[in-house]
């Protein structure tokens, strides 16, 4: 069956440091990869879309990269600072299937000053 | 004002009880999604539409229905709540194509 796998532990780190967090799959095949910023009582809120062709993707102090021999995509966060403390989420978004998206459960980064 | 709205923000019911979740949105997007979230699980599709006459079931419809009022438009009902339903509830819409998909803060909702 098709499986995303997050990190479900928090990840801490010290501000100005670099986080990675990653986002593993199997038995899916992808089209597109896409991160979520959700902050707690807030929806998930849009970063990052990468495509199955493009190897990395940059955003500001944000990047993704995208290894489907691997399955596997990771999103850096450089220069962290405690206001990017909140939960990530990767989600999968195939060619068909009606282009639904599925998530991953999310990994909580906590930015520590 | 948000871009997709969710109503009520939060909701105490009993069992046995019909509820109706609310989702209203001024992106005019055809696309709109029903999810459930619940901790360890992530987000889990409940129903979806695609335009106002199209209505399909997600990953976990058993207990719910939904109906497509306009294209702003998008509610939730629970028939009869059951404990079991007790999680946040998230409502979002998507543009054309690969487009990212756009969510309501949720409605937090308990069923005693």
């Known amino acids: 069956s098709q499986k995303i796998e997050q990190n479900s532990e928090a990840l801490n780190i010290q501000e100005g440091k670099t986080a990675t967090l990653t986002c593993n799959y199997t038995?899916?095949?992808?089209?597109?990869l896409q991160w979520y910023r959700q902050d707690p009582g807030r929806g998930p809120v849009f970063l990052l879309l990468?495509?199955?062709?493009?190897k990395e993707k940059r955003k500001e102090r944000l990047k993704v990269t995208f290894d489907t021999t691997l399955k596997q995509s990771l999103f850096h966060i450089t220069a962290s600072q405690p206001a990017d403390s909140a939960t990530y989420l990767c989600?999968?978004?195939?060619?068909?299937?009606?282009?639904?998206?599925?998530f991953g459960g999310g990994t909580r980064l906590m930015v520590k000053p | 004002d948000a871009d997709v709205t969710q109503t009520p923000r939060n909701r105490i019911t009993k069992t046995g009880k019909r509820i109706m979740l609310e989702c209203s949105q001024t992106?005019?997007?055809?696309?709109m999604y029903w999810y459930r979230q619940d901790p360890g699980l992530g987000l889990r599709l409940i129903y979806y539409?695609?335009?106002?006459?199209?209505?399909n079931k997600g990953e976990i419809s058993d207990g719910y229905s939904v109906s497509r009022q306009a294209q702003a438009k998008f509610s939730l009902s629970l028939e009869s709540a059951i404990p079991n339903q007790t999680a946040l509830y998230f409502c979002?819409?998507?543009?054309?194509?690969?487009?990212?998909?756009?969510f309501g803060d949720g409605t937090r909702l308990s069923i005693l």
């Open positions: 979002a819409t998507r543009g054309a194509g690969n487009q990212p998909q756009h």
């Open positions: 038995n899916y095949s992808p089209a597109y």
């Open positions: 990468i495509r199955e062709n493009e």
């Open positions: 989600a999968l978004d195939p060619l068909n299937a009606g282009n639904m998206l599925t």
């Open positions: 992106k005019g997007h055809d696309r």
């Open positions: 539409s695609f335009d106002v006459k199209d209505i």
